[in-house]
């Protein structure tokens, strides 16, 4: 193993990708947000016509695409190199787009080209992945490592699973980031008209987002909302603790989330007591804020209490959390 850059691991699974995407796909990691193969090593100059070398070097190397599926070519330049990655990207794109090809599409592809550009100071490639067949010498080598695969397995559809949102006229907070995020990498579906519950909604960031998806909000929190949302007859603000509310005769609802900035296990707790304000059909997303240290006990007893009252159906960090992960629940019901 060998770390290229903050973040970002080359490893040796010591299995196919294939055999540890598909167990990916089925139980997703919660710390990894982006994975891609290395199919091939191609040494670099560091100069300017290392993009033209790729481009026409790695065509003719790289497993083939498949050509009815949509592709994008992603890279990530992790070393000081006088080019950006959209040079890397739109010179390959160009080489791998021909007549009989397969079309591009950078937003939504079925199958991925990445690249990453990185010096290596340890690990050594084995010859049948180098060009020309041999492994460079010992010590510090930029190089290229390039693969082929579906979007589907990389985990993300995004370069290194950085989905970036652009910023809405209108917009609250950067918290709203989160949100869509977790709605998009989750795959969760919004009812029609439905209501939701906002725990800590202060300022009024994700109950904006849920108001655009054609939500009913109760927005809970003893701060105020930004004024925009003030005039909104969708939003209802109870001024007042998640404690509070819920011992005030609540509704029931659709939809629960919850960003409360409060130790994980008091957050789940809190969530533990609302799940009887769920609808079988409902759903609820939260965050959970990660001690610096220790963190693998604080989750463990973070599952354990949702658990008596969810099933846990994602759990992921996402690309917009930071000291924190994202949890999609599922309420349970009795004789489930």
């Known amino acids: 193993m060998e770390m290229l850059a903050d973040g970002v691991l080359l490893v040796d699974a010591r299995l196919p990708f294939a055999t540890l995407a598909a167990q990916w796909r089925r139980t997703p990691p919660i710390f990894v947000r982006h994975v891609a193969p290395v199919q091939v090593v191609a040494p670099?100059?560091?100069?300017?016509?290392?993009?033209?070398?790729?481009?026409?070097?790695?065509?003719?190397?790289?497993?083939?695409?498949?050509?009815?599926?949509?592709?994008?070519?992603?890279?990530?330049?992790?070393?000081?190199?006088p080019y950006k990655p959209f040079d890397i990207n739109t010179a390959l794109a160009s080489a791998l787009t021909t007549e009989s090809g397969p079309p591009l599409d950078v937003r939504a592809p079925v199958q991925v080209v990445s690249v990453a550009c990185a010096v290596l100071k340890h690990w050594q490639a084995e010859p049948q992945l180098m060009i020309g067949g041999t492994t460079p010498g010992k010590g510090k080598r930029l190089a290229a490592l390039a693969g082929v695969s579906l979007a589907a397995d990389n985990l993300s559809n995004w370069a290194g699973g950085m989905r970036r949102f652009a910023r809405e006229e209108g917009q609250i907070s950067r918290a709203e980031f989160k949100l869509l995020e977790a709605i998009e990498v989750f795959g969760i579906e919004m009812p029609a008209h439905g209501v939701a519950l906002d725990l800590g909604a202060a300022p009024g960031g994700w109950t904006r987002v849920l108001r655009r998806a054609g939500q009913y909000v109760t927005a809970?929190?003893?701060?105020?909302?930004?004024?925009?949302?003030?005039?909104?007859?969708?939003?209802?603000?109870?001024?007042?603790?998640?404690?509070?509310?819920?011992?005030?005769?609540?509704?029931?609802f659709d939809i629960i989330v919850n960003d409360m900035r409060m130790d994980a296990r008091d957050s789940a707790r809190v969530m533990a007591a609302y799940a009887k304000l769920l609808y079988p059909h409902g759903w609820a997303l939260m965050t959970v804020k990660l001690p610096e240290q220790d963190r693998q006990p604080v989750l463990d007893q973070t599952f354990a209490i949702l658990r008596a009252q969810y099933t846990i159906a994602g759990a992921r960090q996402l690309f917009h959390n930071r000291s924190e992960i994202t949890l999609f629940l599922k309420p349970k019901r009795h004789g489930n």
Do not use: C, I, K, W
Request: no cysteine; glycine share 12%; hydrophobic share 35%.
């Open 220 to 252: 809970v929190d003893p701060g105020d909302l930004d004024a925009r949302l003030n005039g909104d007859p969708g939003v209802r603000h109870r001024r007042m603790t998640a404690e509070q509310y819920l011992h005030s005769d609540p509704d029931s």
């Open 44 to 81: 670099l100059g560091g100069h300017t016509g290392d993009p033209a070398y790729l481009a026409r070097t790695l065509p003719g190397v790289l497993p083939a695409l498949e050509p009815g599926l949509s592709f994008s070519v992603q890279t990530r330049v992790l070393a000081d190199v």
